[in-house]
């Protein structure tokens, strides 16, 4: 299986915009997700398909994909912001996690 | 609504052996595949494997192969993760998550998690 790399972190100030990367050799041929994880939380879907929001989810989250990298974007960044974000994809025989990204809003 | 409901948290020993359950509920069980995500404590998330309940047709991942089984109960609307033989390094939080239909789709819905403490 193949690896898929975040950033460990990022640091935002509130009402300010973040992102996050997330690269893979794969990335092109599939596609991407991201989880919102709290502390004590299980995930939370928060794109799929790339660039999808399911429905739920505020309109500040957004993402795309361009060749081998997928960012998710926080607009307008709110303290419940604060939290571990991980992409996911599958790489044909497997799914795959990044290692997870820590957005703290300061 | 769509429930996934997980069974309570359990302390073992190294050795034993374990059965973990994840119970859905608002769906028809058979369409949607059912996966396994480990976290290590202070850890980020490693999918494990998933099942397809209508055949139980399986994947591992290949670092799970071997070492766990997944299976899958299509009258009691019940998915289960199992350890014939359990380490300490086993300790985790486990999390059973149902995907979409579609490939892309991500998972959608996630059980609350079952803790795993395994220790002497």
């Known amino acids: 299986s193949y690896a898929l790399t975040q950033p460990p972190s990022v640091s935002v100030s509130p009402g300010q915009t973040a992102s996050i990367t997330c690269s893979g050799d794969?990335?092109?041929?599939?596609?991407a997700c991201w989880y919102q994880q709290k502390p004590g939380q299980s995930p939370v879907l928060v794109i799929y398909?790339?660039?999808k929001r399911p429905s739920g989810i505020p309109e500040r989250f957004s993402a795309s994909k361009s060749g081998k990298t997928a960012t998710l974007t926080i607009s307008g960044t709110q303290a419940m912001d604060e939290a571990e974000y991980y992409c996911?994809?599958?790489?044909?025989?497997?799914?795959?996690f990044g290692a997870g990204t820590r957005v703290t809003v300061l | 609504e769509v429930q996934l409901v997980q069974s309570g948290a359990e302390v073992r020993k190294p050795g034993e052996s374990l059965k973990i359950s994840c119970k859905v509920s608002g769906y028809s069980f058979t369409r949607y595949w059912i996966a396994w995500v480990r976290q290590m404590p202070g850890k980020g998330l490693e999918w494990m494997g998933i099942?397809?309940?209508?055949?139980?047709?399986?994947r591992y991942s290949p670092s799970f192969q071997g070492q766990v089984t997944i299976s899958a109960d299509k009258s009691g609307d019940t998915a289960y993760l199992q350890w014939n033989s359990l380490k300490a390094s086993d300790t985790a939080m486990f999390y059973c998550?149902?995907?979409?239909?579609?490939?892309?789709?991500?998972?959608?819905?996630w059980g609350q998690g079952t803790a795993v403490t395994v220790s002497p």
């Open positions: 794969n990335l092109g041929d599939t596609y």
């Open positions: 998550a149902r995907r979409g239909l579609y490939e892309g789709s991500g998972f959608e819905y």
């Open positions: 996911q994809a599958w790489d044909g025989s497997t799914y795959v």
């Open positions: 398909k790339d660039s």
């Open positions: 099942i397809y309940p209508r055949d139980s047709d399986t």
